[in-house]
């Protein structure tokens, strides 16, 4: 059986699981594919025509234009490129855009294979967030605390605020009730500081019952403000919600500008477990150094 080039190119082209668009030289479609009208929402009657750079958002052809080439689909100098597409109805997704420049006729063409970058961009998100985040709390973890640490010491902001935090009683919870009850005793923690921080303030669960907290740019005043207000949300869970009571002992110390941040770290964590001997049973505060 002998199959017509034309007639095989054609189906080729039809069935590629990407979206193709052939380009002239001035920018203007010459050619798409079906998965190019699925994944963009025109029909290909409405792209053929249209200049190639109608699919890549304005500010995204603005930032590239301010941070240098290529500004453009039809003026890039690249095999492969990543940006943001335009569909019709004016959603945005990640694309990856091979370009392959061809000559026909007389005619210089460029062949542009444009696939869909969302599920991998989702996925990687998703695996960053799980390699960053304790999966019981949501918090940062250790190594994403680390690092933060890392970052302040280096560039600041100065002063940085630092609070540690021990959920008091975890032991008895998960001897007495379970394990599951333990979980749930270190969520309400979690869902309890991230109701109290700043969305970026360092809120991490850094060991099993501990909890310790990064304020970039907060001295002694600022920092006693914040525990206290820690405090009166404690009082406020604890009236609003059943079960266990949620008692927290804390330990906070400020560095100020050539400090040891680790050393600081160091002196709340000493503080923490003074109060938590202390105060058994209770919300517990340990006070910054002045």
């Known amino acids: 059986m002998r199959v017509e080039p034309d007639h095989f190119a054609h189906a080729l082209l039809e069935s ?8 002239a030289d001035d920018g203007r479609i010459a050619l798409v594919n079906a998965q190019t009208e699925r994944l963009f929402g025109f029909e290909r009657a409405q ?9 890549v958002p304005d ?19 690249l095999k492969s490129i990543e940006l943001g597409a335009r569909r019709r109805d004016g959603t945005r997704l990640p694309v990856e855009v091979s370009l392959s ?28 967030y ?4 304790d999966a019981l709390t949501g918090l940062a973890n250790r190594g994403a605390f680390d690092e933060v640490l890392l970052r302040l010491e280096e560039r600041g902001p100065w002063p940085v605020g630092i609070i540690m ?9 998960n001897d007495s009730s379970g394990h599951a009850a333990g979980d749930e005793l270190l969520r309400r923690t979690a869902r309890v ?5 700043r969305a970026h303030d360092c809120v991490a669960r850094i060991g099993g019952d501990e909890f310790a907290m990064l304020l970039a740019g907060h001295d002694v005043t600022a ?3 914040v525990t206290q207000r820690l405090v009166r949300a404690v009082d406020r869970h604890n009236t609003e919600h059943g079960g266990a009571t949620l008692a927290l002992s804390v330990g906070t110390s400020v560095a100020r500008q050539g400090d040891k941040l680790h050393v600081a770290l160091g002196e709340a964590d000493s503080r923490m477990y003074s109060m938590k001997r202390e105060h058994r049973g209770a919300v517990a505060l340990a006070s910054p150094r002045q």
């Open 16 to 23: 590629a699981p990407d979206a193709i668009i052939v380009f």
């Open 47 to 55: 792209l053929v025509g249209q200049d190639v750079d109608e699919l």
């Open 59 to 77: 500010d995204e052809r603005t930032a590239r234009r301010n941070n240098g080439p290529p500004a453009s689909l039809r003026r890039a100098n």
């Open 101 to 128: 420049p061809i000559e026909l006729g007389g005619e210089r063409f460029t062949i542009a294979v444009v696939r869909d970058m969302t599920e991998r961009r989702r996925l990687e998100d998703h695996l960053l």
């Open 130 to 133: 799980l390699s960053t985040h």
């Open 165 to 173: 935090v021990d959920l008091d009683g975890l032991k008895q919870v």
């Open 193 to 197: 500081l991230k109701a109290t921080f």
């Open 223 to 225: 920092l006693d403000s």
